[in-house]
Each structure stands twice: as structure tokens, then as C-alpha cells.
T-cell receptor
Framework: QQQVKQSPQSLIVQKGGIPIINCAYE??????FPWYQQFPGKGPALLIAIRPDVSEKKEGRFTISFNKSAKQFSLHIMDSQPGDSATYFC???????????FGKGTKLSVKP | DAGVTQSPTHLIKTRGQQVTLRCSPISGHKSVSWYQQVLGQGPQFIFQ???????GRGNFPDRFSARQFPNYSSELNVNALLLGDSALYLCASSLEAVWTDTQYFGPGTRLTVL
């Protein structure tokens, strides 16, 4: 019940494409859903986060869609660029302070 | 402003040894969390400390311990190292201990256990 399931494991798109990464959770007590971007050799960096009281949130080229009834949320990257090539993690609050539960990650490759 | 810093960058130990990893949070941040990231997986929560007190603990054995100092820096200790402890250990800091506070991650310490 504490898991966050993320798919796909890897994704290859052409420059300008719109990669979509999906996550699902079981615990309805989760109340905060951040997405992190991680480049090789670096720690994860927060991209965008959403609370379940909204269905969509946009920040620049990044959009989170949230479906509370289905317990699913997804990340869309508009007009993807080669510089977006990284591993993306969805996460959910673990019910206690400072505890994030991460998905297994999606390795995105954007081809020029 | 400096981000979260961690030391050392890399570490090689043998089974049974003990290791201490260090973390300095962003200036003004009072909360520090530790995560273990095994290759190809997402980070897993180990500990959270706030104002020198443990506020949360993940599903890790007692071989793992941590502490936070008055300047809010933190150490993670792992005793009796196992091969399976090989991972990237990440430290994250946030202003307070509220879970909606953004957690800022450091670059991590890569631990290899031989």
C-alpha cells in the first residue's frame, strides 16, 4: 500500500515530442505528489508538484495531470528538448514528515 | 547560495566495516532527510531529522543510524556493512519538517562495499 508504481521504465522521443510518464498509487492518504528530475551524477531536483485538490498543474513546459478517482497522475513534457534527457521520478508523501516514496524512475532520452 | 553538500563523494569499504557519511543542509534549513538509491531504483527513505530530533525512520535495520548537530548538519552511520549496502546515499534538506516543503537533494555519496 506504500508503493508508487511508475511506467514506462524507459522512453525515447524525438525533439519536439511530448513524452508522458505515468504513476499510480494505492494509499488514499497520500496528499502531495512531486516529480523529480535526476541527471547522471547529480541528486534529484524538484520539477513540479501537485496536491489532489487540483486536476492539472502547469509550470513552463511541464504539466502534471491528476486523476484522484483512478489514483493516477502523469507528467507531460511539452516540446521536449535533448537537454530534457534525464531520469524522472514520481513520488508521494509517505504520511510522515520528510518521507517521500519514490517510483522506480523513467529514463527519458530525447533525440535531436 | 550553496546547495546541499555531502562528503565524501565516493567511498569504498569492505564487508563488516563501518562508514560515516556527512551532509550540510542549505543555510537556514532545519530539516535533513537521508535516502538510499540503489542503481536503477528510486530513492528510499532512511531517516528524517528536525531540530536534532529523529522525526521519521524508514524500513532499514538498526545498523543504520544518524544524528543532527546544532548547526543542522547531519551524519549517517552504517555499521557491519553488507554488499547490499552499496548505493548512492542522498541527503535532502528542507526549511521545516512539513512534508509539503520542497526537499532539496545533494549530489550524494557513492558507497561501494566489496
Amino acid at each position: 500500500q506504500q508503493q508508487v508504481k511508475q511506467s514506462p521504465q524507459s522512453l525515447i522521443v524525438q525533439k519536439g515530442g511530448i513524452p508522458i510518464i505515468n504513476c499510480a498509487y494505492e494509499n488514499t492518504a497520500f496528499d502531495y505528489f512531486p516529480w523529480y528530475q535526476q541527471f547522471p551524477g547529480k541528486g534529484p531536483a524538484l520539477l513540479i508538484a501537485i496536491r489532489p485538490d487540483v486536476s492539472e498543474k502547469k509550470e513552463g513546459r511541464f504539466t502534471i495531470s491528476f486523476n484522484k478517482s483512478a489514483k493516477q497522475f502523469s507528467l507531460h513534457i511539452m516540446d521536449s528538448q535533448p537537454g530534457d534527457s534525464a531520469t524522472y521520478f514520481c513520488a508521494a508523501d509517505g504520511g510522515s514528515q520528510g518521507n517521500l516514496i519514490f517510483g522506480k524512475g523513467t529514463k527519458l532520452s530525447v533525440k535531436p | 547560495d550553496a546547495g546541499v553538500t555531502q562528503s565524501p563523494t565516493h567511498l569504498i569499504k569492505t564487508r563488516g566495516q563501518q562508514v560515516t557519511l556527512r551532509c550540510s543542509p542549505i543555510s537556514g534549513h532545519k530539516s535533513v532527510s537521508w535516502y538510499q538509491q540503489v542503481l536503477g531504483q528510486g530513492p528510499q527513505f532512511i531517516f528524517q531529522y528536525y531540530e536534532k530530533e529523529e522525526r521519521g525512520r524508514g524500513n532499514f535495520p538498526d545498523r543504520f543510524s544518524a544524528r543532527q548537530f546544532p548547526n543542522y548538519s547531519s551524519e549517517l552511520n552504517v555499521n557491519a556493512l553488507l554488499l547490499g549496502d552499496s548505493a548512492l546515499y542522498l541527503c535532502a534538506s528542507s526549511l521545516e519538517a512539513v512534508w509539503t516543503d520542497t526537499q532539496y537533494f545533494g549530489p550524494g555519496t557513492r558507497l561501494t562495499v566489496l
